[in-house]
Structure formats: structure tokens, C-alpha cells
């Protein structure tokens, strides 16, 4: 794979990919670039965002962390950036750039972080080989979903978006359904089919024999819509989740979720609903 082009990239990706690789070679500080995502793992298309971790040398990460929206800008033509502790990742530095408009993620961090990575990437440039050295230390591992974490919150978050119907806020369960979709069902059905857990994404491509069962999870916006969406959540739920003795089985609260959602059901479809 070349340095500067990856199949399927969108065009403006190789100038930036350039920026940052000359931008690395002159600042002593830095070791090493490596792009992630689907650039890594040959699925880039069009709509592809350019995935980049910058490894710096042990100490200088706060001050490149600081330092980061001047480097982007320093890449191409910057329209905004920010920081990603949003998802918990402070030193994700999330950008933009165009026209044409090219979606960049530059992640910051030290060269033991790299113990510690969810996934292996491409190696676009390094000194001396020092990400050599440190990949070879420990090797990645992206977090698979934890069946009993799972469990001990699947029948509490039912019963909370059904109380939510009741009370009237059907955004509150709409935006309840998504994340139950995002945190349980997508990373399952991922999971399932020997693919790494990552929401939703690319679900259409890993499972579309279950794409009428997913969509039969997006609520319309009235009460009777919701509690449907949420009844198909649970039965998705109940279809993805193995038979493990490992993990206990949170019966008493699945029961009485379960009886709530159709008691809430059976009044939303009843006369004068």
C-alpha cells in the first residue's frame, strides 16, 4: 500500500496525508505516523474519513496535544477543528478541511501509549523505527461487548424509555432506542459474524439478513411507534443473546419489563388511543 494513496480515498486525502508526514519528519519530537480506520483495513471509499495517530516521543504528549489545532492548520486548508471529549478522547483532535471537504482525525499520543491500542493500523512513517519497537511490545485488542454488562442493563433501560412513552417524551425514547441499537443490538450482531464491534457501523454490509428486524427498531414518533420499536428490541435482544452459563440471566427484571412494555402496549392500542 503507498504512503500517499490508498484505494478507494477520496483525492484531496493525498495532500494532507503529505502535510502531515513532512510536518513529522521536521519535528524532532515526533517518532512515528500511522493511519487507522478504514484506510487501514481497506474499506476507504469516497465517504471515507482519514483515520491518523501522531506517536511522540515519552513526555511530549501534553504539549502536542496543546499544540494540535496549529498543527492541523497547518496541513491544508483548515475550516474547524475540536476536541474529542465528547467521546471520552481528549486527545483526538476532530477537523475538517476543503473545499473538497475531507473529514480528518489527527489522535495524539506517546509512544507507550501504543501498549495499550484497539487496533494495529498502517505504518505511513516512523524514526529510526521506533514504532517498530513498540508494536511489537504488547499486541492491539479491540474491546468486544461484555454479555453480563449487557445484561444487568438491557431490562432497566426498556423499562426506563417505556416509562417515557407513558409519560409523553417520545424523543427521550427515541433517542433511547438509537443508543440501544448503538450499545447492544450492533455490537452483537457485529460481534456474531466475526466482525469488530463498532456500533452500527456497516451493519447493511455485515448482516443485511437481519436489516428488517433493525429498522423494525426505528420508532415512528408516536407512542404506539415507540413501544412497537421497543418490543422488536427486545425480541433482537433475546435472539442475540447466547445461552451462556457465564453470564447470569437478570430473569425477575426481564419479566417485569416485559409485562410494563405490554401493559403500556395493549393501553396504546386500546379504544379512543
Known amino acids: ?8 480515498a477520496p483525492g484531496s486525502a493525498g495532500p494532507i496525508l503529505a502535510a502531515v508526514l513532512a510536518a513529522a519528519e521536521r519535528d524532532p519530537r515526533l ?3 500511522i493511519v487507522t480506520g478504514s484506510a487501514a483495513t481497506g474499506t476507504m471509499d469516497e465517504f471515507s474519513d482519514v483515520d491518523l ?14 499544540e494540535a489545532p496549529r498543527f492541523a492548520a497547518g496541513l491544508g486548508p483548515l475550516l474547524a477543528c475540536f ?16 473545499p473538497p471537504l475531507l ?17 494495529d493500523g498502517v505504518v505511513l512513517w516512523q524514526r529510526e523505527r521506533a514504532l517498530d519497537a513498540a508494536l511489537a511490545r504488547a499486541p492491539a485488542a479491540w474491546p468486544p461487548p461484555d454479555p ?28 433511547m432506542l438509537a443508543f440501544v441499537r ?18 452500527v457501523r456497516r451493519l447493511e454490509r455485515i448482516a443485511p439478513d437481519l436489516l428488517p428486524e433493525l429498522h423494525a427498531t426505528v420508532a415512528e414518533p408516536t407512542p404506539r411507534g ?19 452459563p457465564a453470564v447470569a440471566r437478570r430473569g425477575d427484571a426481564e419479566d417485569a419489563s416485559v409485562a410494563y412494555l405490554a401493559a403500556l402496549a395493549e393501553r396504546a392500542s386500546g379504544p379512543g388511543a
Open 31 to 33: 517518532v512515528g505516523v
Open 1 to 8: 500500500m503507498s504512503q500517499l494513496a490508498f484505494s478507494g
Open 148 to 175: 453480563q454488562w449487557i445484561e444487568d442493563r438491557f431490562w432497566i433501560w426498556i423499562h426506563y424509555a417505556a416509562a417515557k412513552v407513558g409519560r409523553g417524551e417520545l424523543l427521550e425514547c427515541l433517542d
Open 182 to 199: 448503538a450499545t447492544v443490538l450492533g455490537p452483537l450482531i457485529a460481534v456474531a459474524r466475526g466482525h469488530r464491534a463498532a456500533g
Open 83 to 98: 476536541t474529542g471529549e465528547h467521546v471520552g478522547e481528549p486527545r483526538l483532535l476532530i477537523s475538517l478541511y476543503g
Open 103 to 119: 473529514h480528518v482525525d489527527l489522535k495524539f499520543v506517546a509512544d507507550a501509549d501504543l501498549d495499550l491500542r484497539v487496533e
Open 53 to 66: 495517530v501522531i506517536v511522540c516521543r515519552d513526555g511530549d504528549e501534553e504539549d502536542l496535544v496543546r
Open 226 to 244: 415507540c413501544l412497537e420499536a421497543l418490543q422488536a428490541a427486545v425480541s433482537l435482544y433475546r435472539g442475540l443473546r447466547r445461552d451462556d
